[in-house]
């Protein structure tokens, strides 16, 4: 059974401080996703990785893949309240196209 | 504009009463699926779908039911079995291979009263 473990659960940071959520995944696979939740609302698409090595930025984020060490990282650079919310991982077995496995999520709050 | 569409936003159900909600996308999307989230916790998969007239049980299908008679549509019916079925509860579509991961709706709050 495929797990998808994300660290921390909760991360409580300063803006304009650095840190990385990291997504660690069980089986092999070469896709993997991020997604971001505002409370109350639905999921929203970040980043699609889908090869080895693959990393992708989009203003204070960016996300990496290594599919050898079944890690994906999320990167968040000088941080701002707007990054406030939950984000999770999600993994598609190689192979295999019936359904992604999520994460646990990880809910960030940026303090002033 | 291509999308998928939850209804109703907020759902109230008595007790014993069955509700069905909707959703629906334009994506010409394969596979559609449906998870449930309590309040501070992740996405729990109930059914999905990878093609018309067939769907699979998730992790939690007890109390719930699903038909998928069109491509565009997948139904959720909470029944009167399920007990506790207060939740928000989320649609999702997928192309093949999930080329951008999962498309999903924007949720149905659902409460018993």
């Known amino acids: 059974e495929l797990k998808v473990e994300q660290n921390p659960l909760f991360l409580s940071m300063q803006e304009g401080k650095n840190y990385t959520i990291y997504c660690n995944y069980s089986?092999?696979?070469?896709?993997l996703y991020w997604y971001r939740q505002d409370p109350g609302k639905s999921l929203e698409s970040l980043f699609v990785?889908?090869?080895?090595?693959a990393v992708k930025q989009e203003g204070r984020l960016m996300a990496s893949l290594d599919t050898k060490a079944r890690l994906s990282t999320l990167h968040i650079t000088a941080a701002v309240h707007d990054l406030s919310a939950t984000y999770f991982c999600?993994?598609?077995?190689?192979?295999?196209?019936?359904?992604?496995?999520f994460g646990t999520g990880t809910r960030l709050q940026v303090t002033l | 504009d291509g999308g998928i569409t939850q209804s109703p936003k907020y759902l109230f159900r008595k007790e014993g009463q069955n509700v069905t909600l909707s959703c629906e996308q334009n994506?010409?999307?394969?596979?559609m699926y449906w998870y449930r989230q309590d309040p501070g916790q992740g996405l729990r998969l109930i059914y999905y779908?990878?093609?018309?007239?067939?769907?699979q049980k998730g992790d939690i299908a007890e109390g719930y039911s699903v038909s998928r008679e069109k491509k565009e549509s997948f139904p959720l019916t909470v029944t009167s079995a399920q007990k506790n079925p207060t939740a928000f509860y989320l649609c999702?579509?997928?192309?093949?291979?999930?080329?951008?991961?999962?498309?999903f709706g924007s949720g149905t709050r659902l409460t018993v009263v």
């Open positions: 999702a579509s997928s192309s093949e291979w999930f080329s951008y991961g999962y498309t």
């Open positions: 089986t092999t696979s070469d896709r």
């Open positions: 990785l889908l090869s080895n090595g």
């Open positions: 999600a993994v598609a077995p190689t192979g295999t196209a019936s359904k992604l496995t």
């Open positions: 994506l010409n999307h394969d596979a």
């Open positions: 779908s990878q093609i018309v007239n067939d769907f």
